[in-house]
Structures are given as structure tokens and as C-alpha cells.
């Protein structure tokens, strides 16, 4: 699995690079704040709405501290998407929140 800093992101958002950001937190950890841009679906939603992502775009997955985002990213790479897990988490964000 790919993965990616908190700090390293942020880099790459701060560049304005393009990308496709999905936090997995439950609702209640996501209106404490999410990094911007991001979609919300919630780790429990995922397998029912994987409809809604695109396997011809990258996807960054986001939670707390990086455990549930990585089941995300496994889950969505065994359905053949490329996706990259922010290791640490919201816990290493040190970036804006929206």
C-alpha cells in the first residue's frame, strides 16, 4: 500500500496539485474538522457507495490516525483503484481544517 505524510501532503496541497481526498471518519470526528476539499464517506459507507468514485482518478484516504483509512485503501486497491493512505492521520495534520 502507498502512503503519504500528513506533512507531505500538505506540500502537495500547498502546491495546488489536484487531488482526490476521502476522509473515513464518522461524522461526529469530521465536523471537528476535515482537511479542505475532502469528500466524507465514512469507512461503514464505502463498500455501498464505491459507485461514486472514479477508478481512472487517485485517491488519498484520511481518518483518525491512519488504521481505518488503510482498511479504506486496501479495500478500494483489491476493487483495482489507486489509492494512498495518509499515514498518522488527522492526529499529524498540522495543515488548515475546514
Request: glycine share 12%; hydrophobic share 35%; with cysteine.
Amino acid at each position: 500500500m502507498k502512503t503519504i505524510s500528513a506533512q507531505k501532503l500538505e506540500e502537495k496541497l500547498n502546491k495546488n496539485e489536484s487531488l482526490n481526498l476521502i476522509d473515513v471518519r464518522e461524522d461526529e470526528e469530521v465536523a471537528a474538522g476535515k482537511i479542505p476539499g475532502a469528500a466524507h464517506i465514512p469507512l461503514g459507507s464505502l463498500e455501498a457507495r464505491i459507485d461514486e468514485l472514479d477508478q481512472s482518478k487517485g485517491y488519498v484516504m484520511i481518518c483518525r490516525s491512519g488504521g481505518r483509512s488503510g482498511r479504506a485503501a486496501q479495500f478500494l486497491e483489491q476493487n483495482g483503484f489507486d489509492v494512498t493512505n495518509m499515514d498518522g492521520g488527522m492526529l499529524d495534520w498540522n495543515g488548515p481544517t475546514e
